[in-house]
């Protein structure tokens, strides 16, 4: 049987319907984390209606949004609207095929992995910006906009800091740098303050970066509700609209299961018991979903900033602190 | 600006930041403090008003409006209109119609000051809603009391022998409704 699982073909199929499950599974449930995170923070229950304690909700919402016509407007890029859900869906799942669940749990164990998922990473800004050109709605329009100058402005930080990051592992495979920060957490990339004494800031670039690159509050200036009715998907409706909805939390996965794996660790244990197997699978969830609930905690403390200042904390701090990071790892690599 | 003092603002942003985090999460861990609207409602305060309500003597189980008329003539925006009947072995006049323009009424209070017998208050019902206009506009005060009145009975299986009515009293303020029990 375990002999059947491992052919070639099979393993594929195994993985495919995995990923999309657990993207799926995690799309609709962290939307639900995401009302009861919210419901907590201002003191509600959040919904609970549908099923025990709201369980069902996901599946009520997703019952409503299919039920509802798919419309294109007149006047409408037909090809590109419709194409725009299907680009903004597809990076997340094929950047999960790279990203190591455990020892070996992972799909395609890729030489080049962290460059892979940060390639196709950046298509996701694309297809935001067709869906928002696609409408021609002036709302969709601004917002695609902003969509591009925000993801310029944030891309670089983001990659000065994979940079250092590369400098110090030395490697692009995902599941090598993992295994390169093995034996307790003062081994984790992020506390390995004796290659470089910024190495926590570096982190907090990244995360940063992270929640600006999926438009994530107080970042959300692509799809800022009460200037922009819903940003790039204005015009969506039904499931169309569900699906950008999903691909933004589908992206939030990724994007912290990548800090995860260049920060935190992987899927290694913190004090060195438990790993292994599914045990290092567990760890790699259980850091991956902290920071999830970091990110939500975040949406729901700060309010939406301006533009300008969003751009300005860009290129007057984060692209100048990860220069002096990038530079300061060069020379004590040299040094040491 | 220089250097120093714009290293310095991005500390105290990061760390104001990081107290806004703080205050979110310990809200988060309070209890909550929704009331579940259908399943659960509020116990109204004492000096909500709702639409009127006759009151009931808790001695008799009767209606104490003598449809004296003081209401129907201290009442600014004229909703109320009022029927009176003298029964049988009675002294006093008791009411037999009490209708409120509920889609008039101020809720002013006038009413309720003015009525010498304290047969008037405001209900804490403020679930009102209805297909029918004239539910509204003639709201039939007097049948609910009918209805208060039969629950007085089946709460005294024996009712006692009709007391003497007290004597007109000053008006005092509406005594507070029992917790209204909504579905
Ligand atoms: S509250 Fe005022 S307006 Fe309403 S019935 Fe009484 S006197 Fe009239
Ligand atoms: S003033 Fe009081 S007693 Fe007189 S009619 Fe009105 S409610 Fe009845």
Redesign the pocket.
């Known amino acids: 049987m375990m002999k059947f699982l491992t052919i070639e073909p099979v393993r594929v199929l195994l993985y495919l319907v995995g990923i999309i499950a657990f993207t799926a599974a995690n799309a609709a449930y962290l939307v639900l984390a995401e009302r009861k995170g919210a419901g907590r923070i201002q003191r509600r229950p959040g919904p609970n209606e549908a099923g025990w304690a709201g369980i069902l909700q996901p599946v009520a919402d997703g019952i409503k949004l299919l039920a509802k016509q798919v419309m294109v407007p007149p006047g409408t890029d037909s090809l590109l609207f419709r194409a725009a859900p299907l680009m903004v869906m597809a990076p997340p799942l094929l950047c999960l095929a790279v990203i190591p669940f455990g020892d070996t749990i992972v799909a395609c164990n890729l030489n080049i992995g962290l460059l892979f998922v940060f390639s196709f990473g950046s298509i996701n800004v694309m297809a935001l910006m067709l869906g928002g050109w696609a409408s021609r709605n002036k709302f969709a329009i601004i917002s695609s906009a902003r969509v591009v100058s925000q993801n310029v402005a944030y891309e670089i930080p983001m990659l000065l800091v994979v940079i250092t990051m590369l400098m110090v592992t030395g490697t692009m495979n995902l599941g090598e740098i993992v295994r390169q920060q093995a034996g307790g957490f003062w081994h984790w990339n992020l506390l390995k303050v004796w290659v470089n004494p910024f190495m926590p800031v570096t982190f907090i670039i990244f995360f940063i970066c992270m929640l600006a690159e999926t438009n994530r509050a107080p970042f959300d200036m692509a799809e800022a509700e009460s200037e922009l009715v819903a940003g790039a998907f204005t015009e969506y409706g039904g499931m169309g609209f569900g699906v950008f909805f999903m691909a933004e939390y589908a992206n939030i996965v990724v994007g912290c299961s990548l800090a995860t794996i260049l920060f935190l660790g992987g899927w290694q244990s913190p004090i060195g018991v438990l790993s292994g197997g599914w045990f290092g699978a567990a760890w790699f969830l259980v850091k991956l979903y902290a920071l999830i609930f970091t990110v939500i905690w975040i949406r729901w403390t700060f309010p939406r900033t301006q533009f300008y200042s969003l751009l300005n904390l860009s290129w007057k701090i984060l692209i100048p602190v990860s220069l002096v990071t990038l530079l300061l790892t060069g020379v004590m690599m040299k040094i040491l | 600006m220089s250097l120093f003092s714009s290293i310095s603002e991005v500390f105290k942003g990061f760390k104001s930041l990081l107290v806004g985090m703080r205050i979110t999460a310990g809200q988060a861990v309070k209890p909550t403090i929704t009331v579940q609207y259908p399943h659960q409602t509020l116990k109204m305060p004492d000096r909500f008003r709702g639409h009127?309500e006759l009151t009931i003597d808790p001695a008799t189980g009767q209606t104490k409006c003598t449809a004296c008329g003081l209401?129907v003539r201290?009442?600014?925006?004229d909703?109320?209109d009022l029927d009176g009947l003298k029964k049988e072995g009675e002294k006093r006049k008791s009411v037999s119609k009490y209708e409120?323009n509920f889609t008039?009424?101020?809720?002013?209070?006038?009413?309720?000051d003015a009525c010498p017998s304290d047969a008037i208050q405001y209900s804490k019902d403020y679930n009102v809603v209805s297909f029918n206009r004239d539910d509204f506009g003639k709201m039939d005060l007097f049948r609910k009391a009918e209805i208060k009145k039969q629950d007085w009975l089946k709460a005294h299986p024996q009712p006692p022998a009709p007391v003497v009515p007290p004597p007109p009293t000053t008006p005092a303020a509406p005594a507070p409704a029992p917790e209204q029990k909504q579905p």
């Open positions: 009127l209401c201290a009442c600014p925006s909703c109320i409120q008039q009424c101020s809720l002013c209070g006038c009413c309720v």
